[in-house]
């Protein structure tokens, strides 16, 4: 119970605070933010059913405060010292914020259902205070609530910055980001077409043919079985794009899950026999299997939530493809064992799903089948740091990397960047990490990605999207005043999407045309030297599954 901690510092509240607990999905509960002896400390207890029905709990850190006689079910307490890093992200109708500790390794996933906006300006501003002051105790409760609260208060305008925020820790200390609030009603800087399309000349480049004739079912029929290699469609593919109803068979054999032939359907079938024996390990555990095994018990507990607000366009028969998405996150939890489960993986296997179901071709088990295998080679191939375990290579080289293509292909902007103090390119990490995917509408997101699948590097072309990209928003990104990363931020994605696809891609298959190859960081996965947890589960795999992604 609360009232057990010893004579703790509260030092903020938030009610009806949703996460899982064993045995029962979103549960509620109080999330407490408190300092205890000097130990900065994290405490989420369940509403008992009474508290739900009848009661407000009613917690005050101040002298002779009283509080209710609530029982709670179910508890969860983290030091800072045990956390690694947060992952906040504030939404209008919930702020979600992942935590991430070392010891034990676990993760933990939270949302606040009450004033999310206000309620992450607030957390935000509590744990940097904290660790300003260090393991200073000599802060009252009530100069907290002034500095928090109130502060929170007066900045309604925080709404619009709806970003992921990666806070790491070290040392109990919280490295939170500045965000400057006053500028959150930035409208998007005008640019007319004339200029989109003057970038596009300069780099020789004619957008609309990178858009208007896509590679059809009628032009792959015609090549098929002739002594047209495989590499040419690859080439004619990348320029034009592919159409809609050619990209659910292309777009696996372009990542090496099915075959470039006519006949497909025995390979398909023993994508989907492959897939399920993966996905029966996980299906089979025992609750007491799984509470012996935490990183995937935790795992599964941020799939969960993370499935459940994922946002699918109008129209998404989202009965269907939502408990496919959880089965395939799940099942990759279990197949590509060292790597935790990353909030954001949700967003890159969402397309695969909404390319597949929609179109009609395929039964609901080979949906799931090639969802898998599909993000599992995508994944790999553009050396996501979703998988990878670190960030350390995206912003150390990746985003380093699309500076210096700036520099050789558009010096002046490397210079606003430079000049902007933006070199830490935080403004774009969230959107690198994703792929884009939640910077450019579904239709622009395929396109870009039928390039990428193309390419023989799809890392470096995602990288040399992203500096494309970065080109075409220059001129609204220049038309901010005292530009900087606070300020982009809450309009960044809207610029992106604003951008012509085609014109980016040409300039991004231009860009890489004479770009370095990065170091590949991710091996992909060699079925023979996947671990084994307590049984042998994953000798099942055919000898032909080592060149899949080949």
């Known amino acids: 119970m609360i009232s057990n901690l010893p004579q703790p510092l509260i030092l903020a509240i938030f009610h009806d605070v949703e996460t899982y607990v064993p045995g029962k999905a979103g549960s509620r509960g109080v999330f407490i933010i408190g300092r205890d002896n000097g130990n900065f400390f994290f405490k989420w207890a369940q509403y008992s059913e009474d508290r739900i029905r009848h009661e407000q709990l009613r917690v005050t850190s101040s002298p002779g405060s009283t509080r209710t006689s609530v029982m709670y079910r179910h508890q969860i307490y983290l030091q800072a010292s045990q956390i690694q890093k947060l992952i906040v992200t504030p939404q209008p109708h919930c702020m979600d914020m992942l935590i991430s500790t070392l010891h034990p390794p676990e993760m933990y996933q939270f949302q606040f259902k009450q004033n999310p906006m206000e309620s992450c300006l607030q ?36 709404s619009s910055l709806a970003r992921v925020y990666i806070i790491p820790c070290e040392d109990g200390k919280f490295n939170v980001p500045f ?14 077409e004339i200029t989109k399309a003057q970038i596009a000349t300069q780099f020789g480049i004619d957008g609309a043919s990178f858009t208007n004739a896509p590679f059809t ?15 040419d469609i690859r080439m004619q593919a990348s320029r034009r794009g592919i159409d809609t109803d050619l990209r659910p068979l292309l777009w696996p054999q372009l990542l090496g899950v099915l075959p470039f032939a006519k006949e497909i359907e025995s390979v398909l079938d023993q994508r989907v026999d492959e897939y399920k024996l993966v996905k029966y390990q996980w299906e089979s555990m025992s609750s007491f299997q799984l509470t012996h095994r935490p990183e995937l018990r935790s795992a599964y507990q941020t799939i969960r939530m993370d499935v459940k607000r994922t946002h699918l366009p109008e129209g998404s028969n989202e009965q269907a493809i939502k408990p496919m998405m959880e089965n395939i996150l799940k099942t990759y939890a279990i197949w590509n064992y060292d790597v935790r489960y990353t909030q954001g993986i949700n967003d890159v296997v969402l397309p695969f799903l909404l390319v597949f179901y929609n179109s ?56 606003w960047i430079i000049k902007s103090d933006m070199q830490d390119m935080n403004f774009v990490v969230s959107s690198f990490m994703l792929a884009f995917k939640r910077s450019l509408d579904e239709p622009n997101l395929e396109r870009a990605w039928d390039s990428a699948m193309c390419s023989d590097s799809p890392h470096t072309f995602i990288i040399c999207f992203c500096a494309a990209l970065i080109i075409f928003c220059y001129p609204a990104f220049s038309r901010i005043e005292n530009c900087s990363t606070p300020q982009i931020l809450p309009i960044c994605d809207k610029i992106m999407r604003r951008q012509p696809i085609g014109s980016v891609v040409g300039v991004a298959l231009e860009i890489e045309s004479t770009a370095p190859r990065p170091e590949k960081r991710i091996v992909a ?26």
Not at 217 to 227: E, L, P, Q, R, T
Not at 525 to 538: A, Q, R, W
């Open 360 to 415: 009609k071709l395929y039964t609901d088990d080979q949906v799931e089948a090639l969802g898998f295998w599909c993000f599992a080679s995508f994944a790999e191939k553009i050396n996501s740091s979703l998988i990878e375990g670190s960030m350390d290579g995206v912003t150390n080289i990746d985003l380093q990397l699309v500076i210096e293509l700036l520099g050789t292909h558009d010096p002046k902007v490397k210079e």
């Open 179 to 192: 965000i400057q609030v006053s500028i959150s009603n930035q409208s998007v800087p005008f640019v007319d």
């Open 525 to 550: 996965n060699e079925f023979y030297s996947m671990p084994n947890i307590e049984t042998d589960f994953f000798n099942f795999i055919s000898p032909s599954l080592p060149n899949l992604f080949s």
């Open 123 to 158: 957390f935000l501003q509590v744990i940097a205070i904290n660790s300003a002051i260090g393991g200073e105790n000599d802060l009252s409760s009530d100069v907290w609530r002034t500095i928090t609260h109130n502060n929170a208060q007066v900045f309604p305008s925080f």
């Open 217 to 231: 079912k009628a032009d792959y029929d015609h090549i098929v079985g002739s002594s047209i290699s495989f590499n």
